[in-house]
């Protein structure tokens, strides 16, 4: 008896022809699973299809267009026992680049063919669920200016080409970073809390690797002096990156966390894996192994943290005996 799958195609995504895409992926997966298809519109997006698609006991949802419909569909299965099959026609690929899952459709619907999953962690940022990053400051602020149709028309260029215009405009901001244990300050042009980020997310790479199934999320800040500091900066971390290595820079930061809470002045714009969702201040709480995805069947530690050198820096330890007796009295 064949397997059975909801699938999620999003028309508008990439610059292929989605016709042909299409067909491409049914001509690999139908003769050996049922698909139950649905596509996206400006009305229904992919969180509803997928929300709808766990109400009626699906075995499996194959979600196939950018980031942001990867990302939308996984939110729908976050705590759940049903496996997320991952075809990326996007600009940016981030989502497969992070969890190592090819980035071609004939490569995506093979590993999904294989069967082999894992769990992965899972995070939530003021009550939506997230799977790659949050972007405060600058990350967002470029988001936000390579719209859909810069993307259509430069591909993965447009989010360069918006990182440079958003250079002229770069200014620091003063953030509070609280954590379990202590309350962090310091000023930043970036702030990026990461779940799982492959090495182009550049912004998300102070710690040597992003881990995406340790329990934890990786914070990096960024705080350069001017734009030659942000530039050296961001070519830092590319390089870094490369080599799988920490950040080693004064005007970088990181640390790894179960939790954060993060407030800016002013308030700084926010990014979701790839949407904007509005201004700081975000909790963000990780969900360890909270999402099933099929992996190919061939699929280690870094420094935890380094604070040292970033502008105006206070570390406040928090009383622990005080946070118990706070938990304590609210369980009441």
């Known amino acids: 008896m064949k397997r059975s799958a909801c699938l999620i195609f999003n028309p508008v995504a990439g610059q292929g022809d989605p016709e042909e895409e299409l067909a491409i992926i049914r001509s690999l997966l139908e003769p050996e699973i049922d698909l139950d298809i649905y596509q996206t519109t400006k009305e229904v997006g992919a969180d509803e299809l997928a929300q ?8 499996a949802i194959i979600a196939s267009g950018g980031d942001g419909t990867l990302s939308a569909a996984a939110m729908a ?5 049903i496996p997320l099959g991952i075809i990326s026609r996007g600009t940016a690929n981030a989502f497969a680049a992070a969890l190592r899952i090819p980035d071609t459709i004939e490569a995506a619907c093979e590993t999904i063919l294989e069967g082999s999953t894992r769990f992965v962690d899972a995070a939530y940022c003021n009550g939506k669920p997230m799977v790659l990053l949050v972007g ?4 967002a602020e470029t988001v936000e200016m390579a719209d859909r149709e810069a993307k259509k028309r430069f ?17 620091n901001f003063d953030v509070e970073i609280e954590t379990e244990d202590r309350i962090i300050s310091t000023s930043a042009a970036a702030v990026t809390v990461a ?9 998300a790479q102070g710690p040597a690797g992003i ?4 329990g934890l999320l990786d914070l990096t800040i960024v705080a350069p002096e001017n734009k030659a500091g942000a530039i050296a900066a961001t070519f830092h971390l ?5 080599m799988n290595s920490a950040a080693e820079r004064d005007d970088i930061g990181y ?18 894996d790839g949407e904007i969702i509005g201004t700081t201040p975000v909790e963000i709480y990780c969900v360890p192994a909270g999402l099933k995805i099929f992996v190919p069947r061939d699929q280690a530690t870094s420094p935890m943290e380094k604070l040292e050198g970033l502008p105006n820096l206070t570390v406040e330890m928090k009383n622990s005996q005080e946070e118990e007796v706070m938990e304590n009295n609210i369980e009441e």
């Open 77 to 81: 299965i976050v705590g759940t026992e």
């Open 195 to 203: 779940n799982a980020a492959p090495p182009s997310s550049v912004l």
């Open 238 to 242: 590319l390089q870094t990156a490369s």
């Open 211 to 214: 881990i995406y199934d340790d």
């Open 52 to 59: 709808a698609a766990v109400e009626r006991g699906v075995e």
């Open 136 to 139: 405060i400051g600058f990350e």
């Open 155 to 171: 591909g993965i260029m447009a989010y360069v080409l918006a990182g440079v215009q958003q250079l002229r405009k770069l200014s």
């Open 255 to 272: 640390l790894r966390g179960n939790k954060f809470k993060i407030t800016a002045e002013p308030p700084q714009k926010v990014v979701l």
